[in-house]
């Protein structure tokens, strides 16, 4: 009953190093997020995959980029890693945009 | 733009007080609006709210939705201490950026 899997929990970088973010749900869900959470700044989304082979910028997403590998995993690598991308991320998965089933959590700390 | 605002963003009651979350949204194509407990890791879904179905009830946490004046409320009645937590505000709407629109959160404590 894993739900939805990320890894990994905590990462720190160098600014200009670059590093995926993996993620991965076993509940069939068409649909995949992945959101970054600031302190005071609630949870942002970053790109979105409403189904296999498709992906879409969100709100904020410059800085990063994503791959839906196969209907199970999306991932979120930064190319070029850089202080402001210091925060938590979480991949998130759903069926219509409904519920929402989250990850736990990466914290990444960019210095 | 859409803009999902929750008050207050935080807040601090005695075990066994009632509080009351507030969220209000401006979106375009409102489908639906959730609610979440998010404690050390990551959040966790509460209810979801709809045109159809604007009051959910569970235990001590209740929500309402009410559409005209866009808001929703989240109570919770006779607090413990493991309410004490971040509770989110989620809208989701049909537009172009799909997925959620979060408010910032209310930070709940409640001492004991």
């Known amino acids: 009953n894993a739900g939805v899997t990320q890894t990994p929990k905590f990462q720190v970088l160098k600014t200009g190093q670059s590093m995926t973010l993996q993620c991965a749900q076993d509940?069939?869900?068409?649909?995949m997020y992945w959101y970054r959470q600031d302190p005071g700044m609630g949870l942002r989304l970053i790109y979105y995959?409403?189904?296999?082979?498709?992906?879409d910028k969100g709100e904020v997403p410059n800085g990063y980029n994503v791959s839906r590998l196969n209907k199970r995993e999306f991932s979120l690598r930064l190319e070029s890693a850089a202080p402001s991308q210091t925060s938590v991320y979480f991949c998130?998965?759903?069926?219509?945009?409904?519920?929402?089933?989250f990850g736990s959590g990466t914290r990444l700390t960019v210095v | 733009e859409d803009k999902v605002v929750q008050s207050p963003l935080s807040l601090v009651v005695h075990e066994g007080d009632t509080v009351t979350l507030n969220c209000s949204y401006e979106?375009?194509?409102?489908?639906?609006l959730l609610w979440y407990k998010q404690e050390k890791k990551a959040p966790t879904f509460l209810f979801m709210l709809?045109?159809?179905?604007i009051e959910k009830k569970s235990g001590r946490l209740s929500s309402i939705l009410d559409k005209k004046e866009l808001s929703s409320i989240l109570n919770i009645t006779a607090t413990q201490t493991g309410d004490s937590a971040i509770y989110l505000c989620?809208?989701?709407?049909?537009?172009?950026?799909?997925?959620?629109?979060f408010g910032k959160g209310t930070h709940l404590i409640i001492q004991p």
């Open positions: 995959s409403a189904s296999e082979g498709t992906t």
């Open positions: 998130a998965s759903s069926e219509a945009l409904l519920r929402g089933t």
């Open positions: 979106v375009t194509n409102f489908r639906s």
């Open positions: 989620a809208v989701v709407t049909g537009g172009g950026a799909d997925g959620l629109t």
């Open positions: 709809t045109s159809s179905g």
């Open positions: 509940m069939n869900h068409n649909s």
